[in-house]
Nanobody
Framework: QVQLVESGGGLVQAGDSLRLSCAASGRTFSNGAMGWFRQAPGKEREFVAAINWSAGNTYYGNSVKGRFTISRDNAKNTVYLQMNSLKPEDTAVYYC?????????????????WGQGTQVTVSS
């Protein structure tokens, strides 16, 4: 089992920045990946970013590319999502997830464990 706890969400204005954190505990996933997804009301869960845990390779969804940065601290078993130039359309509940197997995938069904989510609201 892997337990994930997200933090860092909140209410900001358009153009502001936020940093989300996701702390993992439990079994190791050194060959896997961690990702961030988001879900707005009435919409499907959307891939945001992911990072390969061992090599540090990253991948981003098109809607956040150039504005968001995913990083990890292996010693703390924590992944971060730095979100800059936020837009109202970034408003959603943000979830972190762990994929135990190797590879960065964008579909939510490829991930094995999920956090409870943290709300990000961007006002115009």
């Amino acid at each position: 089992q892997v337990q994930l706890v997200e933090s860092g969400g909140g209410l900001v204005q358009a153009g502001d920045s936020l940093r989300l954190s996701c702390a993992a505990s439990g079994r190791t996933f050194s060959n896997g990946a961690m990702g961030w997804f988001r879900q707005a009301p009435g919409k499907e869960r959307e891939f945001v970013a992911a990072i390969n845990w061992s090599a540090g390779n990253t991948y981003y969804g098109n809607s956040v590319k150039g504005r968001f940065t995913i990083s990890r601290d292996n010693a703390k078993n924590t992944v971060y999502l730095q979100m800059n130039s936020l837009k109202p359309e970034d408003t959603a509940v943000y979830y972190c997830a762990v994929r135990l197997n190797y590879g960065i995938l964008t579909r939510s069904t490829a991930y094995d464990y999920w956090g409870q989510g943290t709300q990000v609201t961007v006002s115009s």
